[in-house]
């Protein structure tokens, strides 16, 4: 019989998805070791194949994890596959990360920001090398974290972290359900929901105040979803010359992230 004081099912499986909400899985040999070299970065747990074949990256990926106390897990092919979810490019390898700029956006929900602070919100980016391009500028511009949204547009992808020259590994990335309920509770927390919009009246390097603001932005082809646009409080336009009509996200991202910093 179970022990008076174990945890019911349902707790044990709320601390299970939480423990694993706060992992990152990434795949594929090559970015399992670059993530396993990373400073910072902590393997939970590393799964390998039953079907692959002695390799010397393979070695170096097991010592790496052991060293680092993973618990390493061996699965058939279909298994595994449901772990990384890319059976086509895992490679026989995925590994749960746990990394320093790793967070749910829930745990940040109760605390209100400080004055000036920035985070950039993506709805719906598709491209996973946009991706990569834009947590790479988001980063080294200092922003406060980026609100990465699970349902809709791409996901982390060897793609995505080569793009950011292996920035992933430390970017602040803030993982959420559904963007427009996460806005949502940013604005109840005092964060001010900003869209670009080229014909807003308000131009992105007009001075800012001291409100703490996230800046949306939208998809490659549909832009910012008309949900989360309801949420906006302001708009700002990106004076553009020679009738040019829109940028690459990832360069909008920069642009709006080194903005924010110089706030003036």
Not at 43 to 64: G, Q, T
Not at 211 to 237: H, I, K, N, P
Request: with cysteine; net charge positive.
């Amino acid at each position: 019989m179970p022990s008076d004081t174990a945890p019911p099912d349902s707790d044990r499986y709320r601390q299970r998805k939480s423990r694993f909400g706060r992992a990152l899985t990434v795949y594929g040999r090559k970015t399992v070791l670059e993530a396993l070299q990373c400073t910072g970065v902590r393997c939970e747990r590393l799964h390998l194949a039953r079907s692959n074949r002695p390799a010397a990256v393979l070695d170096e990926i097991v010592a790496l994890a052991s060293a680092q106390g993973a618990e390493i897990r061996h699965h058939g092919r279909e298994e595994l596959a449901r772990i990384s979810r890319h059976a086509r490019e895992d490679q026989g390898v995925a590994a749960d990360l746990q990394l320093p700029g790793y967070r749910q956006l829930a745990d940040l929900l109760p605390l209100a920001p400080r004055p000036g602070a920035t985070l950039l919100a993506l709805d719906g980016i598709g491209n996973p090398q946009n991706l990569g391009m834009l947590i790479r500028s988001a980063t080294a511009a200092g922003c406060e974290g980026i609100v990465l949204p699970r349902q809709g547009g791409c996901d982390i992808c060897p793609l995505t972290i080569k793009a950011s020259a292996g920035t992933v590994f430390r970017a602040p990335l803030l993982r959420c359900d559904a963007l427009a309920e996460a806005l949502t509770g940013l604005r109840g927390c005092g964060w001010r929901v900003c869209v670009l919009d080229a014909g807003a009246s308000r131009s992105l390097f007009d001075p800012l105040d001291e409100a703490a603001r996230v800046f949306v932005l939208g998809g490659e082809t549909s832009g910012v979803g008309s949900a989360v646009r309801a949420l906006a409080d302001e708009a700002y336009a990106i004076p553009m010359a020679n009738g040019v009509e829109s940028l690459n996200v990832a360069v909008t991202a920069a642009l709006v992230a080194f903005r924010a910093r110089l706030r003036g």
